[in-house]
């Protein structure tokens, strides 16, 4: 069983940079994929980063590119979300994700592969 302990959101205006961090717990980390996810009210959660489990990897969906990286630190058993010239359009609650992976250099974009959860964190962007 796999814990997730997501922190860095916050309030922040247009333009700015937020880190968020997710913390893993409970599992081989270097087993794991990884991925961020947002959501907002009334629509589905959508994946703005992710990482194969070595890292070798990654996505970005393309409202994000060039904005956000996503990187892992296996000495502290961590992904980061590295957040700049943030936009309105970012706010969300973002979800860490995570799933015991076979396969060195995949990357999974949808919630559905995702098995472990954090509980959320809130990023607003102001204008």
């Known amino acids: 069983q796999v814990q997730l302990e997501e922190s860095g959101g916050g309030l922040v205006q247009a333009g700015g940079s937020l880190r968020l961090s997710c913390a893993a717990s409970?599992?081989?980390?270097?087993?794991?994929?990884m991925g961020w996810f947002r959501q907002v009210p009334g629509k589905e959660r959508e994946c703005v980063a992710a990482t194969s489990k070595t890292g070798s990897n990654f996505y970005y969906k393309d409202a994000v590119k060039g904005r956000f990286t996503i990187s892992r630190d296996s000495a502290k058993n961590t992904v980061h979300l590295q957040m700049n010239s943030l936009k309105p359009e970012d706010t969300a609650v973002y979800y860490c994700a995570a799933l015991l992976s076979i396969y060195t250099d995949r990357v999974y974009r949808t919630s559905i592969e995702y098995r472990y959860w954090g509980q959320g964190t809130q990023v607003t962007v102001s204008a």
């Open positions: 409970g599992g081989s980390f270097r087993s794991i994929a």
